[in-house]
């Protein structure tokens, strides 16, 4: 079970996480009926939390399609590119590079077209952002773990994506 304040009326309500079907987004307040926005942190399902309470802000009504932060290093001045609906191709800036966003950096180790993004609309209005590794010659890491070619995984707000030595953030 944990804890949830709902941000309108702020009852607190007490939740089996393991009883919430996969893929819900939100659910409805039993004392004020608006929706309560869920998403899942580091926490595994069956874990029992009796932590403090945990107190999740409305989404906006607009969320955005999502955008990618670049880190700045020494190679790599600091970088935000808004993403769009459909197929997009990441990699380093040059002068022959199929990318639709090419990040401006000197880090020879990521490739010109080295990631493959594709942002679909889902059913309730939202966008999944779909990550794949775009053949390149150094990997692709995704929360501290490789992408194989031929995965494909589902990107979720704070992300990370490594490519080459550069460092960047998704977020929704």
């Not at 990699?91 to 679909?120: F, L, P, W, Y």
């Not at 939202?126 to 150094?138: P, Q, V």
């Given at each position: 079970?944990i804890?949830?304040?709902?941000p309108?009326?702020?009852v ?7 009883r919430i079907?996969?893929?819900i987004?939100?659910?409805k307040?039993?004392k004020?009926?608006?929706e ?8 595994k ?7 403090e ?5 409305p989404?906006a009504k607009d969320k955005?399609?999502?955008r990618?932060?670049v ?5 790599t001045?600091r970088?935000?590119?808004q993403?769009?609906?459909g ?5 380093r ?9 090419c990040?401006?950096?000197e ?12 942002v679909?609309?889902n059913?309730k209005?939202?966008?999944f ?11 692709t890491?995704?929360n501290g773990?490789c ?11 704070n992300d ?10 998704f977020?929704?």
């Amino acid at each position: 079970m944990i804890s949830v304040k709902c941000p309108h009326c702020k009852v607190g309500l007490k939740v089996d996480e393991t009883r919430i079907p996969k893929g819900i987004e939100s659910f409805k307040c039993p004392k004020c009926k608006r929706e309560i926005p869920l998403s899942y942190l580091d926490h595994k399902l069956g874990q029992d939390s009796d932590a403090e309470t945990l107190v999740i802000s409305p989404k906006a009504k607009d969320k955005g399609i999502g955008r990618f932060i670049v880190f700045p290093d020494i190679d790599t001045p600091r970088q935000e590119f808004q993403l769009n609906e459909g197929i997009i191709i990441v990699g380093r800036k040059a002068k022959v590079s199929t990318a639709n966003i090419c990040i401006q950096t000197e880090d020879k180790t990521m490739s010109r077209s080295h990631i493959r993004i594709e942002v679909k609309k889902n059913p309730k209005g939202g966008y999944f952002h779909y990550l794949s590794d775009n053949n390149s010659k150094n990997n692709t890491l995704y929360n501290g773990k490789c992408i194989e070619n031929g995965d494909m995984v589902v990107l979720k707000d704070n992300d990370e994506i490594v490519m080459g030595r550069t460092i960047i953030r998704f977020n929704e």
